[in-house]
């Protein structure tokens, strides 16, 4: 960062939850000088034009949000999900550390298997499930390869304003029946986009030397299930005026739920090490969820 001079910061996948979670933070702040680019704008899985990307926009960091984040779909799609999530962030790392910029790049806890009874460590042994969670792995150890100054947020059950996620899909289906099925026997913190985009600026205004590259866990608290944090969507939904009742849920195990890919029974993150570097972080994800719900673009979108 040159002194005197906001932080210049480039974002990859700027149309996702990520991306535009950040871009609201952009507009919010003027002592960091934001660049996003959108899929159709920065295609990653391009080197060369990774390299004119970059080139003709000097900067110190970039954080990426660009993946491939259909977890089902990517059994049927591999070699696009490598490419968005394992080859694409190497490249990114590489063109990164050959001009001196910190890399941020995220990961989830599907790298994880589930099968512990304790959240998860920073350097518990990963063991993906699926498709995409071995082509998250794939990137972790390849972006780290490349760059060992990299740093690397794994979160969890990331929702937002921007659909598609859960949020939406719950209230979707809340209008449409009185009675839903729903997984109970995973646990994970429920993420919002907001509080993830914000520990990223956090961490990116950081002078380098005072972060260790590698991987960091960031989620959000408190730890349920899914059928208890849709219990909480409808709740808030109800409350805000946004359904007219609240649909009764019934506990179902994963077995039961119509995915085709297997999700991690345990999907927990300790974020005891970025709370010691950070201090405490806010990562309550049912302000987050009372945010999303309130905003009026949000609920034009769920209405239509
Ligand atoms: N969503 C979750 O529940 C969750 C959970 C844990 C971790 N994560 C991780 O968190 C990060 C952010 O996730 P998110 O939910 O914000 O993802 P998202 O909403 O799916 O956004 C990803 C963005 O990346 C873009 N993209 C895909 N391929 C690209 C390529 N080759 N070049 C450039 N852009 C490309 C997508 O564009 P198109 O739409 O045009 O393809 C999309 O705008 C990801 O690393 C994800 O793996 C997510």
Known sequence: MTPGHPLRLLVTGSQGQ??????ALAQANSSTDYRFASHAELDVSQADAIERWL??????????AAAYTAVDRAASEP??????????????????????????????????????????HEDDATAPLNTYGRSKQAGEQAVLSADSTAIIVRTSWLFSAWGPNFVHTMLRLGQQQATLRLVADQIGGPTWAGHLAA?????????????????????????VSW???????????????LMARIPTLLPISSTEWPASEPRPANSRLDCGKLETLLGPLERDWR???GLVLADPEFQRRIKT
């Open 18 to 23: 990520l991306g535009r979670a950040l871009q």
């Open 199 to 223: 520990v990223l600026q956090n961490l990116a205004r950081r002078p380098g030397g005072e972060t260790p590259g590698g991987i960091y866990h960031f989620s959000g608290q408190p730890w």
């Open 227 to 241: 059928q208890e944090f849709a219990q909480e969507i409808f709740v808030q939904a109800h409350a805000a005026g």
């Open 287 to 289: 302000l987050g969820l």
């Open 55 to 64: 080139d003709a926009h000097p900067a110190d960091c970039l954080i990426n």
């Open 79 to 120: 070699a696009t999900a490598m490419m968005a999530n394992a080859q694409a962030p190497e490249t990114l790392a590489r063109a990164c550390a050959a001009r001196n910029m910190r890399f941020f790049h995220v990961s989830t806890d599907y790298v994880f298997d589930g099968r512990t009874d304790r959240p998860y």
